[in-house]
């Protein structure tokens, strides 16, 4: 399944390659789905999630979403594996969202 806007991977100033807007993406839009296999191992582009019931799982990543980069003050959010723009994000913008209070501590240790 693709994602519902035009994205772009390529070097990021924030971490290695992040994921980019290639068109206007307006605030509450869906910019795509997290793609990949379902894990309960931690690795690089494990997204985890937790579900209605308050398991939480992995999803180790296979698409262009799995460069998204960590800001405090992130332009997108995830719910559940799908990820929606927070504010309009410009065309040439990285999308960006917070990776969880356990990233912002291990990150300030």
């Known amino acids: 399944m693709p994602n519902m806007h035009k994205l772009e991977v390529r070097k990021s100033g924030i971490h290695g390659k992040g994921v980019y807007a290639i068109e206007l993406i307006e605030a509450g ?14 690795d690089t582009y494990v997204l985890w999630v937790t579900d209605e019931d308050g398991k939480e799982y992995g999803v180790n990543g296979t698409s262009d979403l799995k460069f998204l980069n960590h800001a405090h003050e992130p332009n997108a959010e995830f ?14 913008e990285e999308i960006t969202f917070h990776y969880g209070e356990m990233f912002v501590e291990w990150l300030n240790s």
């Open 79 to 92: 719910d559940g594996e799908e990820l929606y723009a927070l504010r309009d994000i410009q065309p040439g």
């Open 29 to 42: 839009a869906k910019i795509g789905t997290y793609h990949g296999e379902i894990t309960d191992e931690d």
